[in-house]
């Protein structure tokens, strides 16, 4: 069903755009996103959301092709990843919205893709001693284990 095939393309969407800024082989891709679609054939969509599903996927996978990249690492790339999708980056926002807010479509569709990559460039690096950064950290490490048990 499309309530199930979004969510699934959005997360090996995430796979991709994180295995590429992490420069990992495509035997890394292909096994997060097994590993991936395997989690959310024994668990409910409802019960974990995609990024912290994706985000615990491209850990494990680093393990088990024994491609590990540190935790920091991944989670700022996800970080940059998540703006880079907030602020719509090299898209058409007025042909796809991807199920965005329409404020945002607008707000991303008003500015040109040099102004978005000066602003990508322009926000200062997540804080490793921060709360935000904490709570990803937690979130991975947590993915990790529900992805092991199940």
Not at 40 to 63: D, E, F, P
Request: with cysteine; glycine share 4%; hydrophobic share 40%.
């Amino acid at each position: 069903s499309s309530l199930e095939r979004l969510p699934r393309l959005h997360g090996t969407s995430l796979l991709l755009d994180a295995a590429t800024l992490l420069c990992l082989p495509p035997s890394t891709y292909a096994t997060a996103c097994t590993i991936f679609h395997r989690m959310y054939h024994r668990v409910s969509l409802k019960q974990n959301c995609v990024w912290s599903m994706a985000i615990g996927c491209t850990l494990l996978a680093g393990k088990v092709e024994e491609e590990p990249r540190t935790v920091r690492s991944i989670i700022l790339t996800f970080a940059h990843i998540y703006r880079r999708r907030r602020l719509r980056i090299n898209d058409d926002v007025q042909k796809y919205s991807y199920g965005a807010a329409h404020c945002e479509a607008d707000n991303a569709a008003s500015l040109t893709n040099s102004e978005k990559e000066n602003i990508i460039r322009s926000v200062k690096p997540m804080s490793l001693g921060g709360p935000v950064y904490a709570e990803w950290r937690e979130t991975l490490l947590i993915m990790e284990n529900v992805i092991l048990k199940n």
